[in-house]
């Protein structure tokens, strides 16, 4: 718990809190000291780092990517289980398991599917936006952390050591094989991603904003009623955040992206790649140098087929805040169009 949570101590809450994070900081240091010759072999070299707004369509981006096995990615139980996945992983995936759906639409998820590490960033404790999850009072506040340059010193230094050990975890596991990760956090902190992985290359996917607000509301508010602790907010609560944070964010994105080379920068648009799967993973893997494409045809040729017409949900704001949108994201909106 942190101070700015403001929640109201109870003999539960403690119980909630203090109990398994006693067990946790037991189970991960017997991870690191049972795998730390595995962890000594991690390769933080030329990973994939995924960018993009939620609701951008970093995940489908993320899945599909993740089929190449020539490389590796933090799969959902790493992300949700940061203490001790490398001792439990493989007898979890061994088992198999039924999938189940994303709160926020129709995505299915499996124990060994790609998976965004910022969850498992929170559980070990990094500053991070998603403490909004448990406490939705503090999204204003928390989508402004999401750049560990934005933090005490301290909290910097301590952002960088869990994120480093974490991915050394998701290297190891993968046998050293390139990572690729994906976090619509990761935006706001590309400087710091290039200082700590130097040679990392970057996609960036967009997706047309005027159907992405809404989803983004929609998102936070089912992700809320998923996970707080606390009250959850209204709409148009969330709808003042999300308005006030998407500029923020660009801003943190460009700069960060700034003096990129052809070969560690690209952008697409999520409308492009759900037109064309196949063309526009081909012409990633021959801009950033990902290796021969042929390699990777057939696997993605068959999970496109098997996916057939999914659409991310999407519904148009408001009149009232189509207005606050066309004043507030008016250079966003230009972007995307001159993208498409």
């Known amino acids: 718990m942190r101070k700015n949570w403001r929640l109201r101590p109870s003999p539960m809450l403690l119980w909630q809190t203090l109990v398994p994070g006693s067990l946790f900081s037991v189970t991960e240091r017997l991870q690191a000291a049972v795998a730390s010759k595995q962890l000594e072999k991690a390769n933080y070299r030329d990973a994939v780092i995924i960018l993009g707004y939620w609701r951008s369509g970093t995940t489908l981006l993320h899945e599909l990517l993740s089929l190449d096995t020539r490389y590796t990615y933090p799969t959902t139980h790493a992300c949700m289980n940061p203490h001790h996945f490398l001792l439990t992983e493989a007898s979890v995936l061994a088992r198999g398991g ?10 299915e998820i499996r124990s060994g599917s790609p998976q965004e590490d910022e969850f498992a960033l929170l559980a070990l404790g990094a500053r991070s936006p998603y403490e909004a999850l448990l406490v939705p009072s503090i999204l204003h506040e928390t989508l402004k952390i999401g750049d560990p340059q934005d933090l005490s010193a301290h909290d910097e230094k301590n952002w960088e050591k869990i994120f480093m050990a974490f991915l050394g ?50 998102m936070w508010r089912t992700m809320f009623e998923t996970y707080a602790i606390a009250p959850v907010l209204a709409d148009d609560a969330i709808r003042e955040a999300v308005l006030a944070d998407r500029p923020r964010f660009e801003a943190k994105l460009a700069s960060g992206t700034a003096g990129l080379s052809a070969n560690r920068f690209v952008a697409i648009a999520y409308e492009s790649l759900i037109a064309d799967p196949m063309g526009v993973i081909e012409q990633l893997y021959q801009r ?3 290796g021969d494409f ?21 519904s148009l704001p408001s009149d009232r805040w189509k207005e606050r949108i066309t004043a507030e994201w008016t250079a966003l909106l230009d972007q995307h169009a001159a993208l498409r």
């Open 98 to 107: 039924q999938g189940m759906k994303r709160p926020m639409d129709e995505m």
């Open 169 to 218: 975890g998701v290297s190891a596991r993968g046998m050293g094989r390139p990572m690729i990760l994906k976090s619509p956090t990761h935006g706001y902190r590309v400087a710091t991603l290039r200082k700590l992985l130097p040679d990392a290359r970057f996609v960036l996917i967009a997706r047309d904003p005027w159907t992405s607000f809404e989803s983004v509301v929609r």
């Open 288 to 290: 950033l140098e990902l």
């Open 294 to 314: 042929e390699t990777v045809r057939g696997a993605l040729a068959a999970e496109t087929k098997r996916r057939g017409e999914y659409r991310a949900k999407g």
